[in-house]
């Protein structure tokens, strides 16, 4: 590893802070509706994600060859551009985590990456059609094709037991719900852990330690594998508690219904060729079967939100991937500053989310007010009090220069919009 | 811009289908054993509602092993 230099060496790291920031915003997607059902104890279930991510990232031997799956050019990319679009990936990760939205952690992702790339590159570098196609339309399509099979299938379920003791059958529900959780877990390790080999193999091979083609040493398999389910184990508490209670409420039939469907809709979408979000095909999984049972409410207002913050997602972590690639842009001490802000802004969202910690004692806890998904007081009630679409922007951007003395992550957008409009 | 309106239309169906075809096996399961219990009790046929609930959870364990082959096999 002598070639390894220190941008290598930053690149691989935040690769792996990414990942496990992808572990614990998707343990949600496999154990909210298990947990909030009763199906598991929470420490139980995210144990049980975890290790099924662990298994996930070692079964498949397919590497991604691509980060964004042809969203941006990456021919020629430079280990900045990647370094920049994790950091406007994480800090997006976190600042939706911090208020309890599930949100795609690919589409933030890409987000990083397109912004980055537009700082890097220009707009050409960005392929929109395939923007359209991979991320808009499959934000679109998910919840509906995720929430009408969930709602039927809870129809049909109901329906079904109708003549039954409730009692009697929620053990029989329950055990079928770990079975589709345990699904959602390993396609979950499959697929993600194998986009972060994917990124740092691709950082390797820019900075000339591996040769095109190669495939992932196994340091790089295991410390991705680890990385996932260390984050899975972490537990989103925040995120369980909004999709496993804030949503809807569950009962059995309906927790088994939705994570079935979920499971379905994954697997389809990513064996027939139209990939949607694992954490938009269960939230809209969740939705379906809140509204399938006769009287179940969904709670609109959270939804709203949560579809804001979809929409949020690629402008957000571009404007982030942008700020950071403008920096890294300018040298090595550019790049160890957006290290050290990328670190700081962690540090400060970690900070507000102890102001009011969520963790799995009260994650099944009732959410407080009706409608509201429960956050604290202070600068985080501020934040989603104002989650329409430009106040957020804002918010996000003011956590971000709070934190940090230079006004880094948002001066340097500025001379990316000219180029815009 | 090319949308693969045939591909999202398969998922649509295909997830349809596939959700509401296990969830009601499922059910059927699941109420052929609770009604086992009341058939042990004196009324209705124990082998048989036995031998439903059992041959559904079989097709639904036969689908998750599926599931598990193509995450696997990919």
Known sequence: MEHITLLLAIVVV????????????????????????GALKPKAAVAMSAALNLVGAFLSVEVAKTISGGIINEKGIRTEVIFAALVGAILWNLVTWLLGLPSSSSHALFGGLIGAAVMSAGWSSVNGSTVVTKVLLPAVAAPIVAGVASMLATRLTYRINRNTDEKATAKGYRAGQIASAGLVSLAHGTNDAQKTMGIITLALVTGGVLHPGANPPMWV??????????????GGWRIIRTMGKGLTELAPPQGFAAQSGAATVILASSHL?????????????????????????????????????????????????AGAEFLTGQGTWGVVLVAILLIAGSGFIWKLSRRQPVDHNDVTATVP??????????????????????????AVAADLTATIPAPAPVAPADPARPATV | MHIDWAALGTVFGVSLIVTVGLVGLFTVGIVGLSKQQSAAAGKGNVAVARTTAYLCFALCAAAVAYGINLIVGK
């Open chain 1, 369 to 394: 007010p009706a409608e509201s998904p429960a956050e604290p007081a202070g600068v985080v009630t501020t934040a989603i009090a104002a989650v329409t679409p430009p106040p957020t922007v804002a």
């Open chain 1, 273 to 321: 060729g139209f990939s949607l979000s694992t954490t938009q095909v269960c939230s809209g999984s969740v939705m379906g079967a809140g509204l399938g049972r006769k009287g179940g409410v969904v709670r609109w207002s959270t939804a709203t939100r949560m579809f804001i913050a979809w929409g949020l997602t690629l402008p957000a972590a571009g404007l982030v991937g």
């Open chain 1, 14 to 37: 935040t690769a792996l802070v990414f990942d496990f920031t992808n572990g614990f915003h998707d343990t949600a997607n496999a154990m909210a509706t298990t947990i909030s059902t």
């Open chain 1, 221 to 234: 398999i295991v410390s991705a594998g680890m990385a996932i389910a260390m984050g899975t184990y972490l």
